[in-house]
C-alpha cells in the first residue's frame, strides 16, 4: 500500500483489508481476555481482604472505581489534504 510511517517500530494496515479485520478481531479478543483477568483480579483481591479483616468487601468499601482498558486502537477519521 506504500504507506509511510515515521516509526519503523509502527505498524499499519488498511481497516478494510485481510490484515486490517484480523488485527481487529485480535484487538478484541485481547480486550475480552484483559476485561475478565481484570474482574478476576478484582474479585480475588476483595475476597483476600475479606478474609484477612473478616469483613465483607462491601464493608470495607472496596468498590471499584476506574475500569479502563488500555493498548486499544479506535477508529478515527481525519481530514487529510481535504479529503476525509
Do not use: W
Request: hydrophobic residues 40%.
Amino acid at each position: 500500500d506504500n504507506i509511510v510511517l515515521n516509526d519503523k517500530q509502527l505498524a499499519c494496515a488498511r481497516i478494510h483489508s485481510e490484515e486490517g479485520q484480523n488485527y481487529l478481531k485480535g484487538m478484541a479478543c485481547a480486550a475480552n481476555y484483559a476485561f475478565a483477568n481484570r474482574s478476576s483480579m478484582t474479585f480475588l483481591a476483595r475476597q483476600a481482604f475479606s478474609k484477612i479483616f473478616k469483613q465483607t468487601p462491601d464493608d470495607l468499601d472496596m468498590h471499584v472505581i476506574y475500569d479502563v482498558s488500555h493498548n486499544v486502537a479506535k477508529i478515527e477519521e481525519h481530514m487529510v489534504d481535504g479529503k476525509l
